[in-house]
T-cell receptor, first 110, second 113 residues
């Protein structure tokens, strides 16, 4: 079983819809990262969370440490949000390394 | 600031050939990483380095070698390429402490036939 599980694997939405992507992990962590990979392949960091909630524009990330679960929400989705969203965890034992989920492919149609 | 740069962008190798994937960062980051990304799979760590002269194996190091003679450069060497090494390779770097955010290069798409 993967240490980091994302759901759904694929998500198709209409422009304007509210999007939720989920991430569950099985190990103790010191932080969780959300990243975005665009169709061209480039990967950028969106958030790092160790507790609570963070917001950046239309993106909101939450984490529940007790339940070992995080969600990434996109409000008022737009076709330019179409990308792969990747969850990664930094385990308590190692500050060097991230363990990555397989990613969620989001397609937002106009 | 160019960030993290990787060369080449694409490469086709024959089985048994060797090559070096180049990675350079201009942010004076001590931590650097090499990942591979296979279709439908999460990024897997090949090797990482916590500073010049220090490297260590990640999850999938077999068939690869690295060196870190300077802070800026972290080349990945493939010896005796195999079809199983067909993948997209990403280099990343991060600063010590702080946000722990990793900055990724644009990737190298490698095909071994």
């Amino acid at each position: 079983k993967n240490e980091v599980e994302q759901s759904p694997q694929n998500l198709t939405a209409q422009e304007g819809e509210f999007i939720t992507i989920n991430c569950s992990y099985s190990v103790g962590i010191s932080a969780l990262h959300w990243l975005q990979q665009h169709p061209g392949g480039g990967i950028v960091s969106l958030f790092m969370l160790s507790s609570g909630k963070k917001k950046h524009g239309r993106l909101i990330a939450t984490i529940n440490i007790q339940e070992k679960h995080s969600s990434l929400h996109i409000t008022a989705s737009h076709p330019r949000d179409s990308a792969v969203y990747i969850c990664a965890v930094r385990s308590g034992g190692s500050n060097y390394k991230l363990t990555f989920g397989k990613g969620t492919l989001l397609t937002v149609n106009p | 600031n160019a960030g993290v740069t990787q060369t080449p962008k694409f490469r086709i190798l024959k089985i048994g050939q060797s090559m070096t994937l180049q990675c350079t960062q201009d942010m004076n980051h001590n931590y650097m990483y090499w990942y591979r990304q296979d279709p439908g799979m999460g990024l897997k760590l090949i090797y990482y380095s916590v500073g010049a002269g220090i490297t260590d194996k990640g999850e999938v190091p077999n068939g690869y070698n690295v060196s870190r003679s300077t802070t800026e450069d972290f080349p990945l060497r493939l010896e005796l390429a195999a079809p199983s090494q067909t993948s997209v390779y990403f280099c990343a770097s991060r600063e010590d402490g702080g946000s722990y955010e990793q900055y990724f290069g644009p990737g190298t798409r490698l095909t071994v036939t």
